[in-house]
């Protein structure tokens, strides 16, 4: 018997599969298709021979607000919204299975707090595709009542240029510090350009100029988005994960802690494979 744990970004699908002690015991990843996702999740399982009459459960996340199975908005990625994916899923699969969609940045929360043995108020940040947040108070994830609690990547910043979000908003922070605002970006100031979060690090490590600019722009508008946050929250600790966080956090971090001292920072531990521990302490939390 196992379980099945998912991360759906905006890049890279990954996958974790738990036995019942809560031990991973397998893991992947897959280029997040344009279309089509839960066909080629599907082919997926059928290449790493997935048998799933002994799986017991699949848990979801996903890269947008979404309640009760049912996407609200999908800004970033090509998802059904306003119908409930357990059952459009369940169909595809031709198998009646438990399966449960969260909010990805939730999951990772989820996952981060369980594993690390985390105490009392944190809020975790995803620095990816998107910028997403998750509230959780002793163990339990504060959605909100349409589950928009951690969409902090459509908060509105104080930019001199303008950016139009995915979601048709202006100034929402993630058009700035998301994957694509920060690739745009280092693009205006270097000659050398890139099309990548990969190549920006490979300059980093090379001791580019322009990417010391790009990260220093890029925490000043990330202090905006915390000082927001903590005074609405005032957390114990705020914790970061995320594809960027993951490239850039050994430089990004320490500046914000240098700007913001009073506050609790930290990288989550768990990296990219906290979204798929958070989906298997969803399924098994209640059982």
Known sequence: MFYLGIDIGGTNIKVGLFNNYGRLIQSYKIPTPSNNIFYFLKLSFLE???DLEYCVGIGIGVPCPIKDNVILYAPNINLSVGINLEEEFQKLLNKKIKICFYNDANLAAL?????SNIKGIAYFITLGTGVGGALIVNGNIIEGVAGLTGEIGHIQIDAKKKK???CGGNKHIESYIGVKGTISRFNELSFTKVSDIKEIKNLLDKGSKEVLILLNEYVSYLQQLLDII???VNPDDFIFGGGLTDAFGDVILPLIKEKM???NIRKASLGNEAGFYGAYYLLTKNK
């Open 164 to 166: 139009v979000c995915g």
């Open 48 to 50: 790493h021979e997935f």
């Open 111 to 115: 996952g981060e707090y369980y594993k």
């Open 261 to 263: 001292p009073s506050i």
């Open 230 to 232: 903590n005074k609405v």
